[in-house]
């Protein structure tokens, strides 16, 4: 059973920066693609970024292109989300999550996604 525990979240001021990690336990990562969501209390959760098996496609939320970047270290068997220029409309809890699936497909669709951690607060504020 793959286990999956977000860190790295925290209070940070606007245009600051936050590397978030997604560490699994339970089985290979290297055989899962992983994503990450996020969500703000009686919101939906939103698709930030996905990440295939290998690591060799990515895709994002238009939302965050161009200032996060997802990678995945299979050897250390975790996903990193690297969040720059960060604005407060990015506060919201992140969560990773995870299907077993040894293709390219990234998929930034909750309902797609098996396994989930339970997510790491991030805030964004002066």
């Known amino acids: 059973q793959l286990e999956l525990v977000e860190s790295g979240g925290g209070l940070v001021q606007p245009g600051g920066s936050l590397r978030l990690s997604c560490a699994a336990s339970?089985?290979?990562?290297?055989?899962?693609?992983i994503g990450w969501f996020r969500q703000i209390p009686g919101k939906a959760r939103e698709g930030v970024s996905s990440?295939?098996?290998?690591?060799?496609?990515?895709n994002y939320a238009d939302s965050v292109k161009g200032r996060f970047t997802i990678s995945k270290d299979n050897a250390k068997n975790t996903v990193y989300l690297r969040m720059n220029s960060l604005k407060p409309e990015d506060t919201a809890v992140y969560y990773c999550?995870?299907?077993?699936?040894?293709?390219?497909?990234?998929?930034?669709?909750?309902?797609?996604?098996?396994?989930w951690g339970r997510g790491t607060q991030v805030t964004v504020s002066s």
């Open positions: 999550a995870a299907r077993r699936r040894l293709s390219t497909v990234v998929v930034l669709s909750e309902t797609w996604y098996d396994y």
């Open positions: 339970g089985d290979t990562l290297g055989d899962y693609a």
């Open positions: 990440i295939s098996s290998g690591g060799a496609s990515t």
